[in-house]
């Protein structure tokens, strides 16, 4: 990434990597932790590649010091983490603390503030308690208080170090393959209900939770909330043809614009689905927030497995639309990666040209197209468990072994890279009299 030109990335941007509890913990039954629907979905059988689990994953849980000088590193200024909710809550109710829990993201927390990297957490990412779900989950309205409850118990834990806070992670990607699809945790197939119950609930305790630290966190911690939403670039087949831009539209509207619209936009879902699903009003308007302060964008233009393409100007073309659609407000890219498959490649050039293309791209949104870019998130740190793909798929900056009795960790050649570009920007960008 030599060629990359740092100088445009503002002098505090957040370089940082992104990790999932589920993805990385492992320890899925130890030190008073219960189960999540990915527990029970993986052991179900026959809903996950040749049905590898994440009960052992990177082991992080007992490792966690070794991610650490994988962080140490990179250089990373910041590091994206879940909270596992059954880890610190149980039964996913505050009726029931597990200090354990507690105890181990203390530590992950101090660990990376002492290393000076900033910590930004993830509430939810795709992990509801399993006995949540057997109280009806994400379909269930009384989900957005018990996620509110959750929430307040992990500001007031952890506020007071944590600045960086997301609700939700891919609310879209939670209700679509969850709840209608049926390929991810839970495994719903229930087209046209459960998939909108599910998405309008996420959407009402995102508001419920950012209202919380407003209210009562806000003044003393001084933190930022937001939640991160996932989004493709589309362009019609047919520039020329009237019927392709407004399916293009559609499909922006039924994929991003489904949760930023209400959040950052209108509090309402966008026209083009209130024209063809039957929502009901109540509640939205509590949604909508327009003052909030980071808007945060997982984008996935990326590569090799099925679902992926590698396109890193639609990133920039898509921060652009972020921007001019819906909000001019400080945008974090929380994830953006690109896949290996087959025989490991510890020097994945691809992977590396991937990076500096793309980073090329956010620099040309940020310089040329005045986006607020404040920060990157590779995605991911370590190989891990790749949701429905197992760990037949691997992302990381760290390659893992998972047949090393000892989960080795090696760098790959665009950690290298990436760590590469960091100490440049930082070298480069230091303020005048530092």
């Known amino acids: 990434m030599s060629g990359l030109d740092v100088t445009v990335f503002p002098h505090d941007f957040a370089w940082g990597a992104a990790t999932a509890a589920y993805q990385i913990e492992g320890g899925w039954d130890v030190d008073g932790r219960g189960p999540s629907v990915w527990d029970t979905f993986c052991h179900a059988k026959g809903?996950?590649?040749?049905?590898?689990?994440?009960?052992?994953?990177?082991?992080?849980?007992?490792?966690?010091?070794?991610?650490?000088?994988?962080?140490?590193?990179?250089?990373?200024?910041?590091?994206?983490?879940?909270?596992?909710?059954?880890?610190?809550?149980?039964d996913g109710t505050t009726d029931h603390v597990n200090p354990k829990g507690v105890a181990y993201y203390n530590k992950v927390i101090d660990d990376l503030i002492a290393c000076g990297v900033t910590p930004m957490i993830t509430l939810y990412h795709m992990d509801l308690p399993q006995a949540l779900q057997d109280l009806g989950g994400w379909s269930s309205t009384e989900i957005a208080d018990i996620f509110e409850s959750y929430a307040?118990?992990?500001?007031?834990?952890?506020?007071?170090?944590?600045?960086?806070w997301i609700t939700l992670n891919e609310p879209y990607v939670c209700a679509k393959l969850g709840h209608e699809d049926g390929t991810f945790a839970p495994g719903i197939k229930?087209?046209?209900?459960?998939?909108?119950?599910?998405?309008?609930?996420?959407?009402?305790?995102?508001?419920?939770?950012?209202?919380?630290?407003?209210?009562?966190?806000?003044?003393?911690?001084?933190g930022q909330v937001s939640l991160a939403l996932n989004s493709d670039w589309a362009e019609p087949s047919d520039p020329g043809s009237h019927k392709d831009a407004a399916a293009t539209e559609r499909y922006k509207d039924f994929t991003l614009g489904w949760f930023a619209c209400p959040v950052f936009c209108t509090g309402d879902y966008p026209e083009s689905m209130r024209a063809r699903i039957s929502f009901e009003k109540r509640e939205l308007s509590f949604v909508c927030d327009q003052g909030a302060e980071v808007v945060v964008d997982p984008s996935w233009p990326i590569c090799v497995v099925h679902w992926l393409a590698f396109v890193p100007d639609g990133l920039r073309k898509l921060l652009k639309y972020i921007k001019d659609t819906y909000t001019s407000l400080p945008i974090y890219i929380t994830e953006n990666g690109f896949s290996q498959m087959g025989p490991v490649q510890i020097e994945d050039t691809d992977r590396s040209q991937f990076y500096q293309d793309t980073l090329q791209e956010v620099g040309k949104a940020i310089s040329q197209d005045r986006v607020n870019v404040k920060g990157y998130f590779a995605?991911?740190?370590?190989?891990?468990?790749?949701?429905?793909?197992?760990?037949?798929?691997?992302?990381?900056?760290?390659?893992?072994?998972?047949?090393?009795?000892?989960?080795?960790?090696?760098?790959?050649g665009s950690g290298r890279e990436y760590a590469a570009v960091i100490s440049k920007h930082r070298s480069q960008t230091k303020p005048k009299g530092i």
């Open 190 to 222: 229930d087209p046209g209900i459960s998939v909108y119950l599910a998405g309008h609930n996420m959407l009402r305790a995102h508001a419920k939770a950012w209202h919380t630290y407003n209210t009562n966190f806000r003044l003393l911690q001084a």
């Open 152 to 164: 307040r118990f992990c500001f007031k834990s952890f506020g007071d170090r944590v600045k960086l």
């Open 379 to 412: 995605w991911s740190l370590l190989d891990n468990f790749e949701w429905n793909d197992g760990y037949s798929v691997r992302f990381g900056l760290f390659h893992v072994d998972f047949f090393a009795p000892d989960l080795k960790r090696t760098i790959y």
């Open 47 to 90: 809903g996950v590649f040749e049905d590898h689990t994440g009960d052992v994953a990177c082991n992080s849980y007992q490792l966690w010091e070794v991610d650490l000088k994988c962080v140490q590193q990179l250089g990373l200024t910041h590091y994206r983490l879940s909270l596992s909710w059954s880890r610190l809550l149980p």
